[in-house]
């Protein structure tokens, strides 16, 4: 036994350094795209992310980040927490799959495996473990700080610590086990709640091993495992905070206490009543109570790491989402209130009309000395007859109703049939969002194209266009992880039924229940396949019981089990061979950073103490990395235009925030506070029907004027816009003194700026900038970003002035076909071929996926747009520069062309490089069409990618036409024509 023992933990730990190797050697250094760049910033310096926020992960994570010798690398240590957070998770995988496999393998408790029996169970563990190091989900997650590997890590050990448990039982001390996991619990949902879903596999192993199982039982168990979960998810979470800001509003409003007696009474209340219930159930001598009440306690001590929140936010840091720092907004905080929610079980369809508004709980926010009501939540109500059993058709967006009918024939202003409902479920958001992402991991992908498909057998390249067939993501593994799972799968049940159907129930509720419960929309920003790794664990495990099945099936011809087991692991690490061999070069991200190079960029392209509005995300994020971590023009504001619906966000931009300094303006809290002024309907008045000056209208806006206010249709009271148009006094000695409008055009700044907005209602952001526009009297730079949506430029695109990668806005009005406003040339020059940094751009052996290539095309665009503006201005030299640099730092080898490297062509013509112009053309021709007949192939599901392959060649017959190739243009336009009636049939 001593020396399964030993064997057991050496090769365990063997197979962890593995891991470790593999992820340390593939890990980015930088931040990466989406939520990375906040998690490493609010990391470092323990700051608030968005709801719910995970404590637990930040707290570690600022552990790893004090390795850092200087700024540059905490991003790598932070990463790193997710590497070793994912081979842990190996590590007690491997653990688990020793521990099933030798209950299949040896039968009688107590008794150590012989020789063939641990080298069959070191295999089968070695096997399974290595081929989950290398799936591809689990992979993309190890390699990048986000707390989907640490949720993984959790849900690992505490599946070990079961099996551990259920070894143990009988033994005086075996219900520390099972604290152990409670502790484990709470601690995992300071990083994700994906762990609790193991909970119901938790509960079958308590139950069989215990019980004799019965159809019954097992039903009980099942329904008992649920009341977990749902006491858990709802109760403890938001559930105990919820009643703690009951308590503390009563205690506040209605006592007169000072704030946080409500809490501490609370408190003091809980604590009593735990001990109480140990002692009596020390007194009484029941055990199960006493477990009970312990397990409790421990998921709230692992749960209390949820405290970091509202302590950092009650110092108001540079990243504060949502300002939970009281308990009324750390509760909303919790119940992530700002995304709303979805029906899952019952509820509403796409096209239900809503019947009335019942107000629901009330609002709080922290008065001078007592908690204020500023509104009650709406909750809208519908008629039954516009509701459902499972409403998987539910959302009214109307980008959503295209998509919908991509999936169901939808008719217009006919409900949803409950079988059509049904079809999306299986169809979409359990085949398409959850079982082809397993086949990804287990059988093969076709791309890293978004929506791209499964690869079966090899890799055709007959009519496949370059961008797919040269992908490094385009992966197929000959179908031999999934036939080992399967193997292993159909091992199990027929040996040991009981074994087989935890790990099922592991399955199935980490991956499918997960599914059904998330109720997806028909589109995401982006894949979603991270969600479902505890699946992919699961299946993982059958992999190496593969092996075992693999070896009897061996041992019937060899009769020797040593042999037989060494020859079934031979051939079962085949699998993680092929995994890694396939998924290593679109998982190796060590030399990746143009994340944070295309933040820096954008930060570069804003003038000293500016202020910068962003979309959220992939905008944003790196940018809260470059300034909160490596400290990188702190002086510019960022402004992510979604949060600026909010009073939290907006009370932050009034403040001090490192070098830049609070927004100047003129709006009160009282003016923007949530409920207030959320949208301003438009309501003409034919006083100001020609225009209002901007400054009065936001002076009407403070005041609450009655001029502004309407009555809205549930009788209360709006604000509103009485004209589109809007004008704005220019000082415009001061703007041409400061110097920041282009030479070229300081002989057109305007003495008033007027524009039009187009839009029926603003949103709270809108009126926001407009205060700003109104009281910053050019003091400072206000800019967008050139990826913000144009709609949000509420008409001013006609005063941008472009100065790399963001569009600033000046008293100079220039209309123009080609772009928003005019460039400033010699700026965005210095800008562009000086600042801007593209490190390993041009390295064609990293993989780059779709968020880099948006970057990219983002950077040609500038690049071409500023080539073409000296080019008109006769500096063909400087034009030929900017080209040849471009392509040299954004080469079509690493960066497949895209609907911005047309207007390309022409410039190189007119730059006497004929040559090279119809070589571009040729090549993006061809590609084209092969890109568009591969994706009519593949169907609906890829409109955007036939749509911008349409575009290019729209583009193509133009530049055909302007390089004089009138011939080539005539054919592309009827290869064109074709490809349109092709899609209308």
């Known amino acids: ?473 385009r992966n197929t593994f000959y179908l031999l992880p999934l036939v080992f799972g399967i193997i292993g799968l159909i091992f199990q049940i027929r040996k040991n039924e009981r074994d087989a159907f935890i790990v099922g129930l592991l399955f199935f509720f980490t991956g499918i229940a997960i599914a059904l419960y998330l109720n997806q929309p028909p589109i995401e920003p982006r894949e979603r396949d991270y969600t479902f790794a505890g699946s992919f664990y699961a299946f993982s495990i059958w992999i190496g019981l593969g092996v075992l099945g693999i070896a009897e099936l061996l041992n019937r ?51 000293p103490n500016g202020i910068l509005f962003t979309n959220g995300d992939n905008d944003t994020f790196p940018l809260w990395y470059a300034q909160e971590v490596e400290g990188y023009r702190t002086d510019v504001r960022v402004a992510v235009l979604s949060y600026l619906n909010t009073d939290w966000y907006i009370d932050q931009m009034k403040r001090q925030a490192y070098e830049s300094d609070p927004w100047p303006l003129t709006l009160e809290n009282e003016n923007y506070r949530q409920g207030t002024n959320d949208y301003l309907p438009y309501v003409e008045r034919q006083q100001v029907a020609a225009g209002i000056d901007l400054k009065q209208f936001v002076s009407l806006i403070r005041q609450n004027h009655p001029a502004l206010q309407v009555q809205a249709g549930s009788g209360s009271t709006l604000l509103s816009f009485p004209t589109k148009n809007f004008f704005l006094n220019v000082d415009t000695d001061k703007v041409a003194q400061a110097g920041f409008v282009a030479d070229d055009y300081q002989d057109q700044i305007s003495d008033r700026m007027q524009w039009t907005i187009n839009k029926s209602l603003l949103e709270k952001k809108h009126m926001i900038i407009l205060d700003l526009l109104a009281t910053n009297e050019w003091n400072r730079p206000v800019y967008f970003s050139t990826t913000v949506n144009s709609a949000d430029f509420m008409g001013l695109s006609e005063y941008f002035q472009l100065e790399g990668l963001a569009y600033r806005v000046v008293p100079v009005k220039v209309s123009s076909e080609d772009m928003p406003g005019f460039l400033n040339k010699e700026l965005m020059y210095e800008n562009m071929m000086k600042k801007f940094r593209f490190r390993n751009f041009n390295d064609p052996s990293i993989f780059y996926d779709e968020n880099y290539f948006r970057f990219a095309a983002n950077a040609r665009d500038k690049f071409g747009k500023l080539a073409a503006e000296y080019l008109m201005s006769g500096d063909n030299a400087r034009a030929k520069e900017i080209v040849d640099y471009c392509f040299e730092q954004l080469p079509p080898s690493t960066i497949p062309y895209d609907y911005y490297t047309p207007q390309f062509i022409s410039i190189m013509a007119d730059l006497g490089e004929e040559e090279r112009a119809r070589s571009l053309w040729e090549d993006m021709a061809k590609n084209s069409r092969e890109s568009v007949d591969y994706y009519l192939e593949k169907g609906a599901l890829f409109d955007m990618e036939i749509q911008t392959n349409l575009f290019i060649m729209q583009q193509l017959i133009g530049e055909a036409q302007a390089i004089g190739e009138e011939q080539k243009a005539k054919e592309l336009q009827d290869v064109f024509v074709q490809y349109l009636q092709r899609m209308r049939r």
């Open 557 to 607: 011809g060899l009769r020797n089990v040593t042999t037989s087991g060494a020859i079934a692991t031979v051939i079962g690490l085949a699998v993680p061979g092929i995994l890694a061999a396939e998924g290593w070069d679109d998982h190796d991200r060590s030399n990746r950073y143009h994340s944070v190079d295309s933040a820096k960029n954008l930060l570069d392209s804003v003038a």
């Open 1 to 473: 036994m001593t020396d399964y023992r030993k064997i057991n933990n050496l090769v365990g730990w063997l197979v962890f350094l593995i891991a470790t190797a593999v992820y340390v050697l593939t890990l980015e250094p930088t931040a990466s795209f989406w939520d990375a760049g906040e998690f490493i910033a609010c990391s470092y310096k323990l700051l608030v992310p968005h709801p719910p926020g995970a404590p637990f992960y930040l707290l570690v994570g600022r552990i790893f980040s004090m390795f850092a010798s200087d700024p540059t690398q905490v991003a790598w240590w932070v990463n790193l927490l997710s590497a070793l957070s994912s081979s842990f998770t190996v590590l007690f995988l491997f653990w688990s799959i020793t521990i099933l496999s030798r209950r299949l393998l040896v039968k009688q408790e107590g008794v150590a495996p012989t020789k063939g029996q641990t080298v069959l169970i070191m295999g089968a563990g070695a096997v399974g473990a290595l081929a989950y190091t290398f799936t591809d989900s689990a992979w993309f997650s190890a390699v990048e700080a986000e707390v989907y590997a640490m949720s993984s890590f959790f849900t690992a050990i505490v599946f070990w610590a079961m099996l551990r448990w259920e070894s143990k039982v009988g033994e005086s001390l075996s219900d520390k086990w099972l604290i152990l996991i409670a502790y484990l619990i709470g601690l995992s949902i300071g990083a994700h709640l994906l762990n609790l879903v193991a909970i119901p596999a938790l509960a079958f192993i308590y139950y069989f091993r215990l019980y004799r199982p019965t159809w019954k039982g097992g039903l009980i168990a099942f329904l008992i495992s649920a009341v977990i979960v749902i006491a858990i998810l709802w109760g403890i979470i938001p559930g105990l905070p919820s009643l703690a800001g009951n308590v503390e509003v009563f205690f506040v409003n209605s006592l007169g206490l000072p704030f946080g007696s409500g809490i501490i009474f609370f408190v003091i209340l809980l604590v009593a009543a735990i001990i109480y219930g140990i002692r009596y159930s020390i007194k009484h001598n029941i055990r199960v109570l006493n477990t009970a009440i312990l397990c409790f306690t421990f998921i709230l001590i692992g749960y209390s790491s949820y405290m970091m929140i509202p302590i950092r936010s009650s110092y108001n840091p540079t990243i504060d989402e949502n300002d939970p720092q009281d308990i009324l907004s750390f509760v909303s905080y919790l119940k992530r209130e700002q995304y709303g929610d979805r029906p899952l079980l019952y509820g509403p369809q796409y096209n239900a009309q809503p019947v009335s508004q019942e107000e629901g709980a009330p609002r709080y926010v922290k008065g001078k000395d007592k908690y204020v009501v500023t509104g009650r939540k709406l909750e809208t109500v519908y008629d039954s007859k516009d509701k459902t059993l499972l409403p998987r058709i539910y959302s009214d967006n109307p980008q959503h109703l295209q998509e919908y009918k991509k999936w169901v024939d939808l008719r217009e202003g006919q409900a949803p049939t409950f079988g059509q409902n049904l079809s999306f479920l299986l169809r979409y958001q359990l085949g398409h969002m959850y079982w082809r992402y397993f086949l990804w991991n287990f059988v093969g992908r076709e791309s890293d194209v978004q929506q791209a498909g499964v690869l079966w057998f090899g890799k055709p390249t007959d009519g496949v266009p370059d961008r797919v067939a040269n992908s490094k993501a």
